[in-house]
């Protein structure tokens, strides 16, 4: 071996590896063969595998692992032609066993798309893809439930995630609650479709994804609350409050005590806490919400409500967490933000947003006004 090429050890490597996965394959599928047969039984022993044990002196335990891989791919022949091939390694024809044991039904319809994943991702990669499949199909192995006592249909909602780590919604609601989802999500398109029109390049332009990106907004709105009181940072820190030009007279210059800058308004509440954290106070929120009422973005109607707020030069970039280099955005409007690169500034003030050349973006309104008659001269 050393005298070989580096080139041609690696391609001696990736050869003897797929060499050896098809001769676990071909053994799986020999041991499977000899285990239906029963021909073992007339030597006395209680399985294929514990006479094949018995004859060659192999562990029984990898020889049971074999019988069950052979089962598989006997269960799902799509699987065979690439595991003959080297393509699928021990673990990735243990993993597609497991899935035809347990879903055998769902796996024989299912196969094609699990062997495709199986070729093409790593073992441990593939492992966790049958995973995710599993919990799909034990949602779907599952018996539906059956409605419990009291007036009208029951409203039901199933989220499972699918082999490409994305999710899957399926939901079955009564005429109430459609007519009430139905009705909120209309109210959230509508506000899409007019924003789409005044041209917010940050709505989808498919229909599905629209209301879609409509009942994100309304759970991310569920789960957003006001900011607490509660004293999460500096819970140990005792802090001293002095004016800045009394700093240098109480010798603290040299100690290791930590210095920070805090900027109070008129009433005493906190308006720019500098550097030592990036979570927006309460005061800060206030002093941004009352200068934008609402989000910042061009066009958007969302109110306060509905928005974080949004560091305008970023926190880990060396931004502080302050009213003036803060602005509200509302979720999608942050997401647009940071995903594009577009950059909000603080201008004279206000809040303007900007695309990734630095240029001001502005939005054109639609003239809903109807035309006035006109007058003879």
């Not at 022993?45 to 094949?52: C, D, F, V, Y």
């Not at 607490?228 to 240098?248: K, L, N």
């Not at 005493?268 to 989000?295: H, M, Q």
């Not at 979720?331 to 201008?347: E, V």
Request: glycine content about 10%; proline content about 7%; charged content about 25%.
């Amino acid at each position: 071996m050393s005298a070989l090429c580096d080139d041609k050890l690696a391609g001696f490597v990736v050869d003897m590896e797929a060499l050896l996965n098809a001769v676990y394959t071909l053994s799986a599928v020999g041991l499977e063969e000899f285990h239906r047969r029963g021909v073992w039984a007339a030597d006395g022993a209680l399985s294929g595998a514990g006479w094949a044990a018995g004859s060659t002196g192999s562990a029984k335990p990898s020889l049971r692992a074999r019988v069950r891989a052979g089962a598989a791919l006997r269960q799902l022949p799509s699987a065979t032609p690439p595991a003959r091939a080297g393509l699928l390694s021990p673990d990735h024809v243990g993993a597609l066993g497991d899935c035809a044991r347990r879903h055998g039904d769902l796996a024989a319809r299912d196969q094609d798309l699990l062997v495709g994943q199986a070729v093409e991702l790593d073992a441990a990669a593939f492992r966790v893809a049958a995973r995710h499949w599993e919990d799909r199909a034990s949602d779907a192995d599952a018996p539906e439930p059956t409605p419990g006592p009291g007036p009208g249909p029951v409203d039901e909602a199933f989220l499972s995630k699918t082999l490409d780590g994305r999710w899957e919604l399926r939901a079955s609601f009564s005429p109430e609650s459609g007519d009430l989802l139905n009705a909120a999500l209309d109210v959230e398109v509508d506000r899409y479709l007019r924003a789409a029109r005044d041209g917010d390049p940050s709505v989808p332009l498919v229909a599905s994804q629209v209301r879609a990106a409509a009942l994100l907004d309304l759970t991310c709105q569920g789960m957003r609350r006001e900011p607490s009181e509660a004293s999460v940072p500096d819970r140990y820190r005792v802090a001293m409050v002095v004016p800045f030009d009394q700093y240098d007279g109480l010798g603290l210059a040299g100690c290791d005590s930590p210095a920070f800058r805090v900027v109070v308004g008129a009433e005493g509440e906190v308006i720019d806490i500098g550097r030592d954290s990036r979570r927006w106070t309460t005061g800060i929120r206030r002093a941004v919400t009352f200068r934008d009422g609402g989000c910042s973005f061009p066009g958007c109607d969302r109110p306060p409500g509905w928005c974080d707020v949004h560091h305008c030069d970023e926190w880990e970039n060396g931004g502080t967490t302050s009213a003036d280099n803060g602005a509200l955005l509302c979720r999608r409007h942050h997401t647009f933000i940071h995903r594009k690169r577009w950059r909000i500034t603080i201008d004279d003030g206000k809040p303007v947003t900007r695309r990734t050349d630095g240029t001001e973006h502005v939005i054109r309104r639609w003239d809903t006004t109807p035309p006035q008659p006109a007058h003879a001269g």
